[in-house]
């Protein structure tokens, strides 16, 4: 099996806090691979390297190889646009850009393509394909004047995997996306990862453990910092390796 | 702890061991009032040294043209402040680390010219006209022969400069205080997002930041030009007030002052009520 992200003895610290402790994690292609932990145990962190908008904190210093479909991302070439362009991120609150719905599609393909090089035909096309394929289509195809940021936060929450689709990510990054949604709302992201997995590697933090038991199929438990345990999910949870894993799991499932 | 503490800083794979030598510098208001003091005493003592006034006449001064002139003189120059300052403002604040020594040099003294009222800047602006008025000399309707070319109102450059000084420093540091608050106040999640889709520190900028704190980096520049022309109207009625000695009576020359200043408090406190409309229409 082909692993997307790769790393290799990953420390990270904030200033002089260290808040990775040696992280070698190798996350597989095409799937769903959720990761659980206390908070303030560095899911956010981790996540935040795989894009490497983590050193926009300023105070962050970093050691240890990530490799990201094969190629280490903190090589001098590497070319950060591009490494955020087919790594895509999902952020805990839905933060769509307060521009227009259909604008807010775009964006990213704006951005990484000379001026006014896309047709309206085709801008039109890839919004509709985009909407389409997060099931907002119907819902917003009278509303695409509208600004982003006045939608219900479930609708914000898919525009916000929609606008990173046109850009054709490899792997999809998503932190706690659900926790500003109800249940409903939890419902629709996640039949929606299902759908898209295959397409996307998805790497998805969670607090909700009925969460990462339903959509994954690997999971990842952390703790303090350091990985504890990544094995299949269903493993994971029912026979835990590891006493810290187990008393994490046990503690919500009693 | 502070997540967002240093959000604002890019490239940050710095080294501990760079992180460990930071400068540290006394950020107290002293050079401030070294500046002040420097640019009240060089020319006030550079206008004792010159009498020489001969290339410097003023011919055929008149009221209206005097006051179109130095309103020319103000408005350049504080434009010129404002916009230097928005620029210094986006440098220190998208540009520079909150822990920078350059940056937190310049906003510690920020923080002091804008406390300052600005009848002081006036006032400080007046002594150095005063002191150099004595070098100016009036002729009304002066010979063809002796007409150098001077336009009317035309000044000592050190004159000139050491006002145009006091104006910037009385523009920029306000511009660059609310520029800074304005672009503070686009959130950060906005950017984050525009980042986490490969957009460069320029297209965040260009694309999002500016649209979305233009109308507060517009009030930002009514509310430092209300403060330029409230420190005019004191200077400029002051300059009619002298120029009009050799011409005017008393009392025309009075009203001229009076309608001068008057005028100009009008358009600063015009500008500040369009800077308070356009600031509460944006966070509405
Ligand atoms: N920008 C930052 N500066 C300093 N410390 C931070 C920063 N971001 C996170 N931390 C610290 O790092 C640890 C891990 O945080 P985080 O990755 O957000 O945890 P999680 O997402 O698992 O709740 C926490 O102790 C947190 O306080
Ligand atoms: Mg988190």
Redesign the pocket.
């Known amino acids: 099996m082909n692993h997307s992200i790769e790393t290799e003895n990953l420390s990270l610290w904030?200033?002089d806090?260290q808040?990775l402790i040696d992280v070698s994690v190798k996350i597989p292609d095409g799937q769903i691979t959720s990761l659980i932990?206390?908070?303030?145990?560095?899911?956010?962190?981790?996540?935040?390297c795989f894009n490497r908008v983590n050193e926009r904190?300023g105070?962050?210093t970093t050691e240890g190889k990530i490799e990201i479909l094969g190629k280490n991302i903190y090589d001098p070439d590497v070319s950060l646009p591009e490494l955020r362009k087919a790594v895509g991120m999902v952020f805990q609150r839905p933060n769509p850009l307060p521009i227009s719905v259909y604008e807010n599609i775009l964006f990213g393909l704006r951005i990484h393509s000379p001026m006014r090089s896309i047709t309206r035909t085709e801008s039109d096309q890839i919004v509709e394909e985009a909407l389409t394929s997060v099931f907002l289509w119907e819902d917003l195809k009278d509303k695409l004047k509208v600004r982003a940021t006045s939608l219900q936060l479930e609708q914000q929450q898919k525009l916000c995997i929609a606008r990173l689709l046109p850009l054709k990510p490899k792997i999809i990054l998503m932190?706690?996306p659900c926790s500003a949604l109800d249940a409903k709302g939890t419902l629709a992201v996640e039949e929606l990862m299902e759908i898209l997995a295959g397409t996307y590697t998805f790497l998805i933090?969670t607090h909700n453990m009925a969460q990462a038991r339903r959509v994954s199929e690997e999971c990842i438990f952390?703790f303090l910092?350091e990985l504890i345990e990544h094995r299949e999910t269903q493993a994971l949870f029912e026979d835990p390796k590891h006493e810290k894993t187990a008393d994490y799991v046990q503690m919500r499932y009693g | 702890?502070?997540?967002?503490?240093?959000?604002y800083v890019m490239n940050a794979m710095s080294t501990r061991a760079e992180r460990k030598q930071k400068i540290v510098l006394p950020s107290t208001p002293f050079f401030t009032l070294g500046i002040a003091a420097g640019i009240a005493v060089i020319p006030i003592s550079n206008a004792l040294k010159k009498t020489d006034a001969t290339n410097i006449q003023v011919v055929s001064p008149n009221a209206l043209s005097m006051l179109l002139n130095d309103l020319y003189i103000v408005l350049s120059v504080s434009l010129l402040a404002i916009l230097l300052g928005i620029v210094c403002a986006f440098y220190l604040e998208e540009w520079l680390p909150k822990t920078n020594w350059v940056r937190r040099f310049i906003e510690s003294h920020v923080a002091v010219l804008t406390g300052i009222p600005s009848v002081l800047y006036g006032i400080l602006a007046i002594s150095i006209f005063l002191s150099y008025a004595g070098t100016l000399k009036v002729i009304n309707g002066a010979p063809a022969a002796q007409d150098t070319g001077a336009r009317p109102f035309q000044r000592h450059t050190t004159l000139f400069l050491g006002e145009g000084l006091i104006f910037i420093l009385m523009v920029m540091p306000v511009t660059i205080k609310t520029t800074q608050e304005a672009l503070r106040s686009v959130a950060t999640p906005v950017r984050e997002a525009a980042y986490a889709l490969g957009a460069s520190q320029w297209q965040v900028l260009t694309r999002h930041v500016v649209p979305i704190a233009f109308t507060r980096m517009l009030a930002a520049g009514c509310r430092a030009m209300a403060r330029a022309f409230a420190t005019a109207a004191l200077l400029i009625g002051t300059y009619i007030w002298h120029y009009t000695a050799e011409t005017d009576g008393m009392s025309s020359r009075f009203l001229l002052f009076l309608g001068a200043a008057l005028f100009l408090s009008v358009c600063s406190s015009t500008l500040v009520e369009i800077h308070a409309s356009i600031y509460n229409s944006d966070s509405a």
């Open positions: 904030y200033g806090f808040a932990g206390p908070s303030g145990c560095g899911k956010t962190t981790l996540l935040r904190y105070n962050v932190d706690e933090v952390m910092g | 702890m502070n997540l967002y503490k240093n959000f």
